[in-house]
């Protein structure tokens, strides 16, 4: 129906609606795309404007430390602030655009990994994953991957005993990054159903409830405005860290077991380089062949990563783990290495002697992040914004397993790598500089944990709290386990998942 600016509307007026979505960032405006033209009444309350805009980004603002086994604590204070966007769109407006799908590995309850396993599997995602793949105008991602024909595309010969495959990842345009005429058309053209209204500068500040039935939601403007809103069921979507901000700041809502917060999960890149502005460790390939399914001419074109499935993972008792391949400039001082990962190509080229040719990459790796319950977002009630809200205290936790996980998926594949004869990967990183050469992803996963169980997890399995009938949430904050892909095609599989649910719902009403 329309985009409403929250502030021009009198004070104290009552919204009312059949469903109230908190929050127009991707997960929100896919499930608002999913209700448009439908028989609900819908609305959607976002924060910010059309646009970035410096007052509304500072309500995000609160401090962060991270923390791993055996390392000095890193502050990261700017995280929170700067991991996220608040606007119409959200972090869209600034994310890569890099999708791929959580492999089935990281669905599956691993007995090696406490808190692992998800309600749902892989496969019974695969509908949901086409049409998040539709919607972001990419390729799908079959459950089964096929072998490409072209000898330039051949993956390394790693059998099914190791368990290292290739995991495809590819680019949607639809970013505010890489095309914003269609990410425009992607966060406002829905919109124009006549059962939708979308309020820009309506930030929810608390969400009210009798029992276990939400009642209502209050909604503050920078300007001083105060409103109502009020639906049959809300869905809370602003994001991995504010979905617990804003739970926690409405009397703990959906906390009765003190889950809400924990088991932050953030992926983390590691690489040999200790020069930030280049990041890379050494991969010498041995055949000649090139490795253009791994490492492509741009980094921004579709190309696989090595992971490692569950074979790999049930041996090597770890978690997920990618090696991403690229091509890197060894020689001169136009390197596109630093010279770390230059002095290790040193070691590998001698490494492979014995080989024809031996061909240079650079690769850096990740680790899934376990669920950790002392990795967690807590409130700070002495740092407030300008509405009044507590801050956040983000307490970014790695432990000694999350390490040793690293070590030990790194020889693991450089031993297959090399029984094969396909390579040598060059790795020198002693475990107490780990954090120090890491960087952060802006990921955020875990802290309202999906679990049939509510001893276990914030949200049951459709992803409605536990604690409340009518309140559900969307976002990678539902997310047990983390896997190693960056989280948004999931975000909007989940989406639509939980579109199909409360439609289906309605019906059965
Ligand atoms: C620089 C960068 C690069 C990234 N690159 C990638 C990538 O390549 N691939 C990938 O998969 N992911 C990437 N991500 C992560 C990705 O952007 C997020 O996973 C995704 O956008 C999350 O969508 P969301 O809708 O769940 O949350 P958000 O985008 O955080 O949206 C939440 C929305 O809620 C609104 N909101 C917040 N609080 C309130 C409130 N109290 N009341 C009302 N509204 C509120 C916000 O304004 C926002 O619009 C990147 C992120 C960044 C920052």
């Given at each position: 129906m329309a985009i409403i600016d929250a502030r021009t509307l009198p004070d104290a007026s009552p919204l009312e609606a059949d469903m109230v979505i908190i929050g127009g960032g991707l997960a929100g405006i896919t499930l608002a795309r999913e209700l448009a033209g439908g028989p609900l009444k819908v609305i959607v309350l976002e924060s910010g404007g059309l646009e970035?805009?410096?007052?509304?980004?500072?309500?995000?603002?609160?401090?962060?430390?991270?923390?791993?086994?055996?390392?000095?604590?890193?502050?990261?204070?700017?995280?929170?602030?700067?991991?996220?966007?608040?606007?119409?769109?959200?972090?869209?407006h600034v994310w890569g655009g890099k999708c791929g799908p959580l492999d089935p590995a990281d669905f599956a309850e691993r007995p090696w990994i406490p808190y692992s396993g998800w309600p749902v599997t892989r496969a019974q995602m695969q509908d949901y994953y086409d049409r998040a793949c539709d919607l972001l105008e990419i390729d799908r991602?079959?459950?089964?991957?096929?072998?490409?024909?072209?000898?330039?595309?051949?993956?390394?010969?790693?059998?099914?005993?190791?368990?290292?495959?290739?995991?495809?990842?590819?680019?949607?345009?639809?970013?505010?990054?890489?095309?914003?005429?269609?990410?425009?058309?992607?966060?406002?053209?829905?919109?124009?159903?006549?059962?939708?209204?979308?309020?820009?500068?309506?930030n929810v500040i608390r969400i009210r409830r009798e029992g276990d039935v939400v009642t209502g939601l209050d909604v503050a403007c920078l300007d001083g405005k105060r409103h109502t809103a009020k639906a049959a069921r809300y869905v809370l979507a602003t994001g991995g860290i504010e979905n617990v901000r804003l739970l926690l700041a409405s009397e703990n809502l959906g906390n009765r077991h003190d889950l809400v917060g924990r088991f932050f999960q953030g992926h983390?890149?590691?690489?040999?380089?200790?020069?930030?502005?280049?990041?890379?460790?050494?991969?010498?390939?041995?055949?000649?062949?090139?490795?253009?399914?791994?490492?492509?001419?741009?980094?921004?074109?579709?190309?696989?990563?090595?992971?490692?499935?569950?074979?790999?993972?049930?041996?090597?008792?770890?978690?997920?783990?990618?090696?991403?391949?690229?091509?890197?400039?060894?020689?001169?001082?136009?390197?596109?290495?630093?010279?770390?990962?230059?002095?290790?190509?040193?070691?590998?080229?001698?490494?492979d002697q014995g080989q024809e040719q031996s061909n240079l990459l650079g690769?850096?790796?990740?680790?899934?992040?376990?669920?950790?319950?002392?990795?967690?977002?807590?409130?700070?009630?002495?740092?407030?914004?300008?509405?009044?809200?507590?801050r956040v205290r983000l307490t970014w936790v790695h432990g000694r397993k999350d390490h040793e996980d690293l070590e030990r998926s790194i020889d693991g594949l450089a031993n297959a790598l090399g029984a094969s004869g396909e390579g040598r990967l060059c790795w020198s990183l002693r475990r107490d500089e780990l954090l120090a050469v890491s960087s952060a992803s802006r990921h955020h996963m875990g802290t309202t944990r999906m679990h049939r169980d509510p001893r276990?997890?914030?949200?049951?399995?459709?992803?409605?709290?536990?604690?409340a009938r009518n309140l559900y949430v969307a976002g990678s904050s539902v997310f047990p386990t983390s896997g190693i892909v960056n989280p948004t095609l999931t975000i909007l599989a989940l989406t639509l998942r939980l579109a199909d649910h409360l439609k289906s719902e309605k019906k059965a009403a």
């Open positions: 970035i805009e410096p007052e509304t980004q500072a309500l995000y603002a609160g401090s962060c430390v991270q923390k791993a086994d055996g390392a000095k604590d890193r502050p990261l204070d700017s995280y929170p602030a700067q991991s996220r966007i608040r606007a119409l769109g959200g972090s869209g991602f079959p459950l089964e991957w096929p072998t490409p024909t072209d000898q330039a595309l051949q993956p390394l010969a790693l059998d099914d005993e190791d368990g290292f495959f290739p995991a495809p990842r590819v680019f949607t345009r639809i970013s505010g990054r890489t095309d914003k005429p269609a990410f425009d058309r992607f966060r406002t053209q829905f919109a124009e159903a006549p059962n939708i209204t979308v309020y820009l500068y309506a983390l890149t590691y690489s040999n380089d200790s020069d930030t502005q280049r990041e890379g460790s050494t991969f010498a390939a041995s055949r000649a062949a090139p490795l253009d399914l791994y490492a492509t001419a741009q980094r921004f074109e579709p190309h696989c990563v090595i992971g490692a499935g569950l074979p790999a993972q049930k041996r090597m008792k770890t978690g997920n783990f990618t090696a991403t391949l690229f091509r890197a400039n060894f020689s001169n001082a136009d390197a596109t290495v630093g010279a770390d990962t230059q002095t290790l190509a040193k070691t590998a080229t001698k490494l690769f850096f790796a990740m680790t899934e992040h376990f669920p950790n319950p002392d990795s967690r977002i807590t409130l700070d009630p002495s740092q407030r914004d300008a509405l009044g809200m507590p276990q997890g914030v949200v049951d399995s459709n992803g409605r709290l536990h604690e």
